[in-house]
């Protein structure tokens, strides 16, 4: 090219206008423009001036770089807004900015830069050496920010940059056949580096002049210009993955998407169809590229918890080395995130990253520098490790390191004190570490010694030790291996394990100490053992039995059997065995040494049913119809049983009657019933029985309603004999039978009752002094004096002397003048007789007026003794506590009998009585509790018949 340049300016309507002609001092090589400025390279330098100026100011508007020839040729250059760039043979790379012609920075190269290839703002420049390497430069920061461009083809004629705004760091290089995309990674936890990111094949003679978010502009051989999708933008075509997409393509475009730092793209692509290790691939971009926020968001949406709470904890950290360290760490870099934290205003993150991973070495050199008084808790830390692997001889050199010898850190030093005791006894050096042991406070550091002695066969030691600690267990048991059976003895009281007590006793046994051998086969629960030699060797059998019955010891039994049989202790013996479930041999023995009752009494309810019958088969035989009879029964053949016991001569408690009306309720059998009611009227001998045990068997039948009229029948014959009380029970009990069946109560049972509890209240109150109340019950029962024949006139004399007493002379008077008759006149009390006959000569008719109380059922006044209510015509419910007809307000029953009582009056009673007047069950007044609603026991429902 010659030296001469026209610059000339396109128009819109004329075409093209000249606006100067320049002319240069050399062969022009190559020449750049911008909107002001021209530079021009040609022997070896290159002038810069403005396009256009005025001539007079022309040589101020113009200048020659390099100054210095010294500084060598110049062989590229290049032009932007703001800045010249040029590169001289001899390596350098120098930046001019443009408006004060002067050089702002200078990168000095190894060797000589052929091609300099500036971005659009000038601040990053890619250029070529004569070795065809390509290098990226930040002239800012010329000093560190050259980095060499991987895999850089050495026939690589061109660089373009990325005009996309947000993809300013991405470049191409390209040569005749491809082009190559490469991305600079300015802030990493690695540093800046620039990567390669892919190729894409040009076609035949295709010159690439622009490059715009992935989309390369080229010129043609005919000056056309095409468009070329670069191949590692391939992701920026798709808009939604669909289920076509293959793994390995998706795959591949989320990869191209984080090296050009594309992570909403990568983010949207694991979206629509990312798996697991696509999300996972996309957070650790996220972390190298120290994208703390949205790597947050990545791992959220992968469900991360735990690396969503580790980046929210370093959200607000504004050191970028400490940031970097933490992420360079979350991602298993430690040997960089250590390197990041050293550099960082928190060296000692360090230390901490060391510690938490265990790396004892390099947190131990990592305090020397920065936190001494951390050593001690690193070398204890570090040997707990250490004698975890089983490597004892650094263990105990970092256990005595840990020693810190001061009282703060107490409980440290005890640890270490314990680690070297352990470590002591490891090494062989058993003096020292059980010295140590014992004088050490835990029981647990003796116990673990202790262990490691008994592993290595050092029993004497470990046993000591054991004991040392309290562990009597463990103690006697080392002591019993090492036959130290003194020991043994000593430690026995605080020993709970059987086993040793066990090994003991067989020690003592075969040494002829069978006193100690029994004690300590007790202390084992070997129950057997001690009986064998409690009857064997010590001739102790009371001690024996008393073991056999505490503890139902099958074989312990058996021995004692055979023990009494050597003694002719027939009854023992039989008792023994049957304990011992050897049933057979009892039988057998018992029936030939006359021992059957005592076999039958032994057996009791645990026999079999043949068992039974083979007894009852024996009393057969012998003619004992109760035993017979008894043991027939228990087998269930109940015909056999009643024929046995009917058999039976009378007895004094009549239990043979008693037993077989027992064996007729239990049977069920209306031929039986039949034969032993004939044998209770009398119809087989003549001789009819008590009618109370007509009585039983009706209830032994469940035939109640039978069993009321023979219990009235009872009742009425106990009463006309002065057998009150015994009346009393039988209509109690037949009524609360007749109550638990829900059946009726007869009338003439309900008044009989009343009229004989009215009768024993009249005791109580009397003994209590409290006569009103006497003097009432003796004016019922004396108006039912025909249901006491035996005892009629002593009743009214004792009616007469307790009205008077009340005030009741009226009535004192009515009934004085009923004894005044022929047939009770003579049989008065002498010393009463002469007051009675004054009483009757001088009548007294005044009367306290009886007290009125409302009626339970509909509120109509009567006297508080009334028990039948004239307005609505009910029976009503007496108390009986005082026989007065019951009160709804004051309402309370008897927890024992359940019959009822008035709450205030029951009280009062219990407090000088101690039992029920009614079932006399044992009665307290916490037990009596006040009923507030009694309707329910004012239910006018007639039972069913």
Known sequence: MSGRIRITKLLRHSGFNKLKDIEYLGTIASMCLNSDYAAALFEGKVQLHMIESKDQEEKKQMKLFPDDDRKGRILCHALTADFLYYGTDSGNVACVLVEDWETVSSYSHSVGVRKVFPDLNGTRLVFIDDKNSGFLLSPANATDSCFELPNFSPTITGVLWDNWHADRGVFVAYDDDKVYTYALHKTTIYGTRVVLVGSTALLFSQKPLLLYNGELTCQTVSGNTSEVALSTHSFLKRSTVTSADLPPELSKQLTQALMLKRFHEACDLCKSSGSSTDWAELGKACLVHMEVELAIQVYRMSGNVGMVLSLQGIQGIEDMNLRAGHLAMFLGD?????????????????????????????????????????????????????????????????????????????????????????????????????????????????????????????????????????????????????????????????????????????????????????????????????????????????????????TQSIDGAKMVARFFLRLSDYSSAIHFLVLSQCNDEAFQLAQQHGQMEVYADIIGTEATQEDYQSIALYFEGEKKHLQAGKFFQKCGQYSRALKHFLKCPNTDDNLAVEMAIETVGQAKDSSLTNQLIDYLMGESDGMPKDAKYLFRLYMALQQYREAARTAIIIAREEQCAGNYRNAHDVLFSMYTELQAQKIKIPAEMATNLMILHSYLLVKIHVKRGDHLKGARMLIRVSNNISKFPAHVVPILTSAVIECHRAGLKNSAFSFAAMLMRPEYRNEIDPKYRKKIEAMVRRPDTSELEEETTPCPYCGFQLPQNELLCISCKNNLPYCIATGRHMLKEDWSECPRCEFPALYSQFIQLLETETVCPMCSETLSVKQVKKISDCSKYLQTDELDQ
């Open 334 to 550: 430690y040997n960089l995130a250590q390197d990041l934290y050293l550099s960082s205003s928190c060296p000692i993150a360090a230390l901490e990253m060391r510690r938490d991973l265990l790396h004892w070495d390099s947190a131990l050199m990592l305090a020397k520098r920065l936190a001494e008084d951390q050593i001690p808790f690193i070398s204890k830390e570090y040997a707990v490790h250490l004698e975890f692997i089983g490597d004892y001889v650094n263990a105990l050199a970092h256990y005595e390191k840990g020693m810190t010898h001061n009282n703060k850190f107490q409980e440290h030093d005890e640890a270490c004190q314990a680690g070297v005791a352990r470590m002591s006894i490891r090494m062989g050096d058993i003096r020292r570490g059980a010295a140590q042991a014992i004088q050490h406070p835990s029981r647990v550091l003796k116990k673990e010694c202790g262990a490691i002695l008994e592993s290595m066969k050092q029993f004497s030691e470990a046993a000591q030790l054991y004991e040392k600690g309290q562990y009597y267990d463990k103690a006697a048991s080392v002591y019993i291996r090492c036959k130290n059976w003194a020991k043994v003895g000593e430690l026995l009281p605080h020993v709970s394990s059987p086993k040793i007590h066990l090994q003991y006793a067989k020690a003592k046994e075969a040494d002829g100490k069978y006193k100690d051998a029994a004690q300590a086969y007790e202390s084992a629960k070997d129950w057997d053992n001690m009986i064998r030699v409690l009857l064997d060797h010590l001739n102790n059998p009371e001690d024996a039995v008393r073991i056999v019955r505490e």
